[in-house]
């Protein structure tokens, strides 16, 4: 079965680097830990393609009443001598506990650059609650999240500017079976001053084991921005698989 799925990953045309977005518990992994993944994909012939992508999270978790994660990803891309990707993110979130099981509070900063949506940088910084709302056995659980961010866009087709506070509600579900898991994640970001503005996400991601450390990751979004740059298709899809290593 593991031989049957890596030749699949390696016979995949698209190739990224992934990192979970199952949630993160306190106490789930003591110390200090982390994630990379990279990719490259190279096609010559009636197609000309290059693709590039790297991801890397590391993670402190003091075992007891927070963790504090960071991510950062970058891609880059072209199609018969075209760029057609070229995309930053970073992440930071401390996680701390307000009651024993249930109740956890978030803080976050975030950095995003995309230059084929026009976005030449969106700096988010926020703070929320998250809840446990279900658990099943020990290997199946259920949060919800509620809080707010602020959020500043430049963008690169007119210079123009944008200061936005917007709540951030989302719910997400993982489950564990054996050593794989599957994770679904749905966000919810509207302008508080006006809710026909939204950001809308549902990721959805299997992990796979393979050998030891490391595990074979399948990843679909699909996102919606309800008033998106002149310019700018409302709605993405897209697929990610990679092999990601932990350490």
């Known amino acids: 079965m593991k031989s049957i799925l890596i030749l699949l990953i390696i016979t995949t045309q698209t190739l990224f680097g992934l990192i979970s977005i199952a949630p993160v518990k306190i ?3 003591p110390g200090l830990h982390g994630k990379i993944s990279t990719s490259l994909q190279t096609r010559r012939g009636s197609t000309k393609k290059e693709s590039y992508k790297a991801a890397f999270r590391i993670a402190y978790d003091n075992n007891s009443t927070h963790v504090t994660w960071s991510e950062v990803s970058a891609e880059y891309g072209k199609s018969n001598d075209v ?3 070229n995309r930053l993110y970073m992440h930071i979130r401390h996680i701390y506990a307000l009651t024993e099981e249930v109740v956890r509070g978030e803080i976050l900063g975030q950095l995003q650059r995309d230059k084929f949506k026009l976005i030449r940088e969106r700096a988010i910084t926020g703070l929320g609650l998250r809840l446990k709302a279900f658990e099943l056995l020990e290997s199946s659980k259920g949060y919800l ?6 959020e500043n866009i ?3 087709s007119d210079d123009a500017t944008e200061n936005h506070i917007r709540g951030n509600s989302y719910f997400t579900y993982t489950s564990g079976f054996n050593e794989n898991s599957f994770s679904y994640t749905l ?3 509207p302008l508080l001053d006006n809710f026909s503005d939204y950001i809308e996400s549902h990721k959805f991601q299997l992990k796979i084991h393979v050998f030891k450390k490391l595990s074979l990751s399948f990843k679909l979004s699909y996102d919606v921005d309800s008033k998106p740059p002149e310019g700018i298709n409302k709605y993405d899809f897209y697929q990610e698989t990679s092999f990601v290593f932990e350490f």
Not at 145 to 150: E, H, K, L, Q, T
């Open 27 to 29: 106490a789930e992994k």
């Open 83 to 85: 760029e057609d990707t």
């Open 145 to 150: 999240g509620v809080g707010g961010f602020y």
């Open 154 to 156: 430049n963008y690169t």
């Open 187 to 189: 966000y919810y970001q």
